[in-house]
């Protein structure tokens, strides 16, 4: 019975994380920490020069976001089977 109630607040708690910015910041677009990094660079150091530039730039925003989600994707899904086999694991041994 326990885990259950703990199931309930974590979900509710996951939940309100993913909601309560989507209420409470209208008009506001998010553009990511490298360019805040790079406008504080140009303020502080204009003559800056980057050590290197990219290797390949994916075409178009789309592309990017893909792989950026593809890998989130992986990196859960080795967690999640970690997480899985150690379960197993300790199921196993009892």
Do not use: C
Not at 55 to 71: A, H, N
């Amino acid at each position: 019975m326990a885990y259950r109630v703990n199931n309930i607040v974590l979900i509710v708690f996951v939940l309100a994380l993913a909601v309560f910015p989507l209420l409470f910041i209208h008009g506001q677009e998010f553009g990511g920490a490298d360019g805040q990094a790079e406008q504080v660079i140009a303020q502080t150091n204009p003559d800056y020069e980057p050590w290197f530039s990219s290797i390949w730039e994916p075409p178009s925003g789309e592309v990017e976001s893909l792989l950026f989600t593809v890998q989130g994707a992986v990196g859960a899904g080795f967690i999640g089977y970690y997480f899985g086999y150690m379960k197993g694991r300790k199921n196993a041994k009892n």
